[in-house]
């Protein structure tokens, strides 16, 4: 993870609707959710191998947000079907992984590959031309309310603008 995207968690208040925009700080793209009800609280995309993108959570790992009921653990890392993108309506499996400061989301992988494939160019692409995106999460064993799926713990975040953020962001990727 690039040193300044570790920075930027410090310098974001909590999530609110006005800063639900798509900015570039120092060739990173990041998003901040326009509703959640998780702690996450930036959406952060730069060069990787090809691409990085991470999630940026109050207080360590993306986690339902807190709210009177008994702690949960992050039991999603290197599991098939626990994490999924939707943009538009389309599904993208996802898997997690942990670092100091992020969740770092990959394609979903084999098991050979402990579940960890990069993320590909038709994620990203959709990521630009879409109009909106929803990360799930599934972290506790309650089904979503909303449509009955295992993953309760989501932010919206709007691709309104993403397409300049990303090209810029990600003109170097190789």
């Known amino acids: 993870m690039k040193k300044p995207v570790a920075a930027l968690l410090a310098l974001v208040p909590a999530s609110s609707p006005a800063l639900a925009e798509w900015r570039?700080?120092?060739?990173?793209?990041?998003?901040?959710?326009?509703?959640?009800?998780?702690?996450?609280?930036?959406?952060?995309?730069?060069?990787?191998?090809?691409?990085?993108v991470e999630v940026l959570a109050r207080g360590g790992p993306v986690l339902p947000d807190p709210g009177g009921d008994a702690p949960v653990e992050a039991?999603?890392?290197y599991k098939?079907?626990?994490?999924?993108a939707r943009i538009d309506g389309r599904k993208f499996p996802l898997a997690a992984a942990g670092s100091d400061a992020a969740v770092v989301l990959?394609?979903?992988?084999?098991?050979a590959q402990s579940?960890?494939?990069?993320?590909?160019a038709p994620f990203i692409e959709a990521?630009?031309?879409?109009?909106s995106l929803t990360l799930a999460f599934d972290v506790t064993p309650e089904a979503?309310?909303?449509?009955?799926?295992?993953h309760e713990?989501?932010?919206?975040?709007?691709?309104?603008?993403?397409?300049?953020?990303?090209?810029?962001?990600?003109?170097s990727c190789s």
């Open 80 to 84: 098939p079907g626990k994490v999924e």
């Open 115 to 120: 579940y960890l494939a990069p993320v590909g």
């Open 127 to 131: 990521l630009k031309t879409g109009t």
């Open 24 to 52: 570039l700080d120092n060739g990173v793209a990041i998003v901040s959710p326009a509703a959640t009800n998780s702690t996450m609280e930036l959406l952060v995309i730069h060069c990787g191998d090809p691409y990085h």
């Open 153 to 171: 713990t989501v932010a919206d975040f709007p691709l309104e603008g993403s397409a300049a953020a990303l090209d810029a962001a990600l003109a």
């Open 75 to 77: 039991d999603y890392f």
């Open 106 to 111: 990959f394609a979903e992988g084999s098991a």
């Open 144 to 150: 979503n309310a909303a449509d009955g799926s295992p």
